[in-house]
């Protein structure tokens, strides 16, 4: 089946840090993948997504690539905000019907000032 | 802008006890999706609904049953609770065509 594995947190960086969140995937196909970022208290939100090989999905300064080579779609920033604290998970999904989305654990970003 | 619903936020029930989360979805979107998160786990599916009138089981359906009211509204349904079905349950909606979902804002459930 497809599985998601992402590094596990929390990941605690100062502010101005460079961020990269690490995520792999197992998938039959060619899903599409998925940063969505969890705010405390509140529901999930789409933060970027790339749907083939070597796009790049970028949103509020947080970018990705998709690696099909590495089977990775990284998260990265290049200087993180204490509002960047927050719980972030690396999905994927297939073009499929259903279009279930298969979620990686999370992780929890702390960003101090 | 209301997007998904969900109702309740909070719910404390003793094992044994039924209850019913709502969701409902203001997009016209015709897929919707239950999931549960648990610490370190993730978001698992529990049902979806393709499209009005149809579901079919997630990964987790045990325990779970569903109902598309309407093309609005998605309700879960717990016949029995018990201590395992404590977590942050989500609902999620998505367009026709579209591959992202629409997450609500969850609801929390302790089975005591």
């Known amino acids: 089946g497809n599985s998601v594995t992402q590094m596990e947190g929390p990941v605690t960086l100062s502010e101005e840090a460079f961020l990269t969140i690490n995520c792999t995937y197992t998938a039959t196909g060619y899903p599409s993948l998925f940063w969505y970022v969890q705010y405390p208290g509140e529901g999930l939100q789409l933060l970027l997504k790339?749907?083939?090989?070597?796009d790049k999905g970028s949103n509020k300064g947080f970018e990705a690539t998709y690696r099909k080579e590495t089977t990775s779609f990284h998260l990265e920033k290049g200087s993180v905000q204490v509002s960047d604290s927050a719980v972030y998970f690396c999905?994927?999904?297939?073009?499929?019907?259903?279009?279930?989305?298969?979620f990686g654990g999370g992780t929890r970003l702390m960003v101090k000032p | 802008n209301a997007g998904v619903t969900q109702t309740p936020k909070f719910q404390v029930l003793k094992t044994g006890q039924s209850m019913t989360l709502q969701c409902a979805q203001d997009?016209?979107?015709?897929?919707m999706y239950w999931y549960r998160q648990d610490p370190g786990m993730g978001l698992r599916l529990i049902y979806y609904?393709?499209?009005?009138?149809?579901?079919d089981k997630g990964e987790v359906p045990n325990g779970y049953n569903v109902s598309r009211l309407n093309k609005r509204e998605f309700s879960l349904r717990l016949e029995s609770a018990a201590p395992s079905q404590t977590s942050v349950y989500f609902c999620a909606s998505r367009g026709w065509g579209k591959n992202i979902q629409y997450f609500g804002a969850g609801t929390r459930l302790s089975v005591l």
């Open positions: 997009m016209n979107h015709n897929s």
């Open positions: 609904s393709a499209s009005e009138g149809t579901t």
């Open positions: 999905a994927l999904s297939m073009n499929n019907a259903g279009n279930m989305l298969t």
């Open positions: 790339a749907t083939k090989a070597d």
